[in-house]
């Protein structure tokens, strides 16, 4: 089981990036796949997720109405869209993939995945 993200960068504040988070070795169909980051100096955080069983998706109150996470069931992939970017938002970013099926809701918590990428650098300049 390996997840590997892809898509980060350095870009100014209120860009884009759009963060991919692929599957090898197993089917994201009935798993759920969160987004994390964690920047210098503090605790990683949840930042959205998505239910592949159901659809559900939720957003950390940080990047709502700014980010979009979505799936792609034909590549085995997910995707982190991340629009009005600021500079708080830079981090390393992290999916994660946690065996479902799990229906009407989405993990947020770092200790409720059990599966990592090794993460992706994301900095915004100001």
């Known amino acids: 089981v390996q997840l590997v993200e892809s898509g980060g960068g350095l870009v100014q504040a209120g860009g884009s990036l759009r963060l991919s988070c692929a599957a090898s070795?197993?089917?994201?169909?009935?798993?759920?796949i969160g987004w994390f980051r964690q920047a210098p100096g503090k605790e990683r955080e949840g930042v959205s997720g998505i239910s592949r069983s159901d659809g559900t998706t939720y957003y950390a109150d940080s990047v709502k109405g700014r980010f979009t996470t979505s799936s792609d069931n034909a590549k085995n992939a997910v995707y982190l869209q991340m629009n009005s970017l600021k500079p708080e938002d830079t981090a390393v970013y992290y999916c994660?993939?946690?065996?479902?099926?799990?229906?009407?809701?989405?993990?947020?918590?770092?200790?409720?995945?059990?599966?990592w990428g090794q993460g992706t650098q994301v900095t915004v300049s100001s």
């Open positions: 070795g197993f089917t994201f169909d009935d798993y759920a």
């Open positions: 994660a993939a946690r065996e479902g099926p799990i229906r009407g809701w989405v993990p947020s918590g770092v200790i409720e995945y059990d599966f």
